[in-house]
Nanobody, 125 residues
Framework: QVQLVESGGGLVQAGGSLRLSCAVSGRTFSTYAMGWFREAPGKEREFVAA????????YYADSVKGRFTISRDNAKNTVYLQMNALKPEDTAVYYCAADKSDWGTIILPHRYDYWGQGTQVTVSS
């Protein structure tokens, strides 16, 4: 069973930065597409960013483009989300997820096979 463990969430003022990490168990991490999603109170889970197994191709939601950067270190089985210029509307529980197939669209939650437990990000105004 693949396990995902997020870390790095917390409370930050608007304009600040946080870096989320997601450590993934198993020996096939480099074959997985990885995604970050978030869920705010009363809202549906939404796509934030995704990265192919190769690390070459990345995708971002329009709301975070230019502020967030997704990356991965396949030697460490870890995916990161660097979040800069944070806004109060970025407040949510952030989840990382793994897609075993790494083909087709990877911005939809239902494509993902494994999920972490989530980490809270709170941005104060």
């Amino acid at each position: 069973q693949v396990q995902l463990v997020e870390s790095g969430g917390g409370l930050v003022q608007a304009g600040g930065s946080l870096r989320l990490s997601c450590a993934v168990s198993g020996r096939t991490f480099s074959t997985y597409a990885m995604g970050w999603f978030r869920e705010a109170p009363g809202k549906e889970r939404e796509f934030v960013a995704a990265i192919r197994g190769s690390g070459i191709t990345v995708y971002y939601a329009d709301s975070v483009k230019g502020r967030f950067t997704i990356s991965r270190d396949n030697a460490k089985n870890t995916v990161y989300l660097q979040m800069n210029a944070l806004k109060p509307e970025d407040t949510a529980v952030y989840y990382c997820a793994a897609d075993k197939s790494d083909w087709g669209t990877i911005i939809l939650p239902h494509r993902y096979d494994y999920w972490g437990q989530g980490t809270q990000v709170t941005v104060s105004s």
